[in-house]
Every structure is written in structure tokens, then in C-alpha cells.
Nanobody, 128 residues
Framework: QVQPVESGGGSVQAGDSLRLTCAAS????????MGWFRQAPGKEREFVAF????????YYADSVTGRFFIARGNAKNTVYLQMNSLKPEDTAVYLC?????????????????????WGQGTQVTVSA
């Protein structure tokens, strides 16, 4: 069983930066594709960013392109989400997801159906 664990959330002012970390345990012999989603109260879970197993392919939601950056860490199955120029509308619970068996197309990994395992999430609150 793969278990992603997020960290790094917090409360910041608009324009500030935060870096989220996701460490996924359970597959020490494999490097897995991973993604970030977010969910605000009363809203559906939405895609934020994706990175493939070796880091040479990334996708971003239009709403975060140019402000957020996803990267793989040196530790196996660790990814970071660098969030810059944060806005109040970025306020949400941010969830890390791992893709092991799901389809690997862009259409799949930019939706929840492309992922097999989910973390509990970390809260990000941006005040104006």
C-alpha cells in the first residue's frame, strides 16, 4: 500500500510563497508519477500539478501556471509544490496523489481518475 503524506501548509498573506512537500512510502523499488490537487469548502477537488516518474514531464492547471512549480526531490517518491504569488483564491486543502496503475495520459492525470492513492491533505490559507 502506498501512503502519501503532505506537509508545509499554513496561513500566509497574498503575494507570499509556500512550499508543500509530499513523501510517499510503500514502493521503495519504484519511482511513481505524482500529482497535487486542491479542494476548497463546497467545491469539487481540482487538479493543480502533475509530474511523471523521472521529472521530465509536468502539467499545470491554467489557474496556477507561472506561479506554482512541481519538482521531484532527491528521495524516492518525494515531490515538492513551490507556490509563489499566492492569492486568496488559492485557499484550499492541498492533497498529494500517486499514480501507480492508473492511465498515464494527460487527460487522465489531470483528473482524479489518474490516481490510485491519496494523502490526507494540508491546509493552505491565503488572506488578502
Amino acid at each position: 500500500q502506498v501512503q502519501p503524506v503532505e506537509s508545509g501548509g499554513g496561513s500566509v498573506q497574498a503575494g507570499d510563497s509556500l512550499r508543500l512537500t509530499c513523501a510517499a512510502s510503500g514502493r521503495p523499488g519504484s519511482t511513481l508519477a505524482m500529482g497535487w490537487f486542491r479542494q476548497a469548502p463546497g467545491k469539487e477537488r481540482e487538479f493543480v500539478a502533475f509530474i511523471n516518474w523521472n521529472g521530465d514531464t509536468t502539467y499545470y492547471a491554467d489557474s496556477v501556471t507561472g506561479r506554482f512549480f512541481i519538482a521531484r526531490g532527491n528521495a524516492k517518491n518525494t515531490v515538492y509544490l513551490q507556490m509563489n504569488s499566492l492569492k486568496p483564491e488559492d485557499t484550499a486543502v492541498y492533497l498529494c496523489a500517486v499514480s501507480e496503475y492508473g492511465p498515464s495520459t494527460k487527460a487522465a492525470v489531470t483528473t482524479t481518475r489518474g490516481y490510485d492513492y491519496w494523502g490526507q491533505g494540508t491546509q493552505v490559507t491565503v488572506s488578502a
